[in-house]
């Protein structure tokens, strides 16, 4: 099973709203990543986690707040967003470790209005 | 800093031809090469990871080659169909960051 899920696969929310993101992974891997991409341009990264704990945040808006509850789970909490944050949000995982294979879920096609 | 740079930006071809997807990067202080499909509005599917000490990669009708001296990789896809169709991004994951750094991809169209 190489599968990354992530829930929902769309979402729509006010600016006003607390909605959160979620990503889960069976694959027993120790790294996982939340990225941000726009359309028609390459993903970014935001967020990195390794052995749960937060490793690297790229300077992303605390609106977004990312949390590693355990091994498998990833979520991100959305607070008073912005149009702008509109984007596709990818969640991916990888073990820990030099050279080793990332894999992506299908991502979460957000819409803030 | 690594910057990874993919041509052409666009391709369209007929099906049935073979053809050649690139990718460059400046810094040849890397871990490892990775290209992946991604359909419109979906997430990445990952086709081929080349590790640096590696020449090249196969997998069915794709076949990835990697030049870590001259910083260049390519995507080699064989027979193409319509269901190629798609955008191929190519990444690199950094031995001074370990961050995967993406290309801008290129959006392949095969017309039947």
């Known amino acids: 099973d190489t599968e990354v899920t992530q829930t929902p696969k769309h979402l729509v929310m006010g600016m006003t709203n607390k909605k959160s993101l979620k990503c889960e992974q069976h694959?027993?891997?120790?790294?996982m990543y939340w990225y941000k991409q726009k359309a028609k341009k390459p993903p970014e990264l935001m967020f990195v986690?390794?052995?749960?704990?937060?490793?690297i945040n790229e300077s992303v808006p605390s609106r977004f707040s990312p949390e590693c509850p355990n091994s498998s789970l990833l979520n991100l909490h959305l607070h008073a967003l912005q149009p702008e944050d509109s984007a596709l949000y990818l969640c991916?995982?990888?073990?820990?470790?030099?050279?080793?294979?990332?894999?992506f879920g299908q991502g979460t096609r957000l819409t803030v209005v | 800093k690594q910057e990874v740079t993919q041509i052409p930006a666009a391709l369209s071809v007929p099906e049935g031809e073979n053809l050649v997807l690139n990718c460059s990067f400046t810094?040849?202080?890397?871990?490892?090469l990775q290209w992946f499909r991604q359909d419109p509005g979906k997430g990445l599917t990952s086709l081929l990871l080349?590790?640096?000490?590696?020449r090249e990669q196969t997998s069915g009708r794709l076949n990835a080659s990697l030049d870590k001296s001259s910083g260049r990789s390519t995507l080699y896809i064989a027979a193409s169909q319509p269901g190629d169709s798609a955008t191929y991004l190519c990444?690199?994951?950094?031995?001074?960051?370990?961050?995967?750094?993406f290309g801008q991809g290129t959006t392949l169209q095969v017309k039947p």
């Open positions: 080349i590790q640096s000490s590696q």
């Open positions: 990444a690199v994951r950094s031995r001074v960051t370990g961050k995967l750094i």
């Open positions: 986690y390794s052995y749960e704990k937060l490793s």
């Open positions: 694959m027993g891997h120790r790294a």
């Open positions: 991916a995982s990888s073990q820990v470790g030099q050279g080793l294979e990332a894999f």
């Open positions: 810094d040849s202080a890397i871990y490892n």
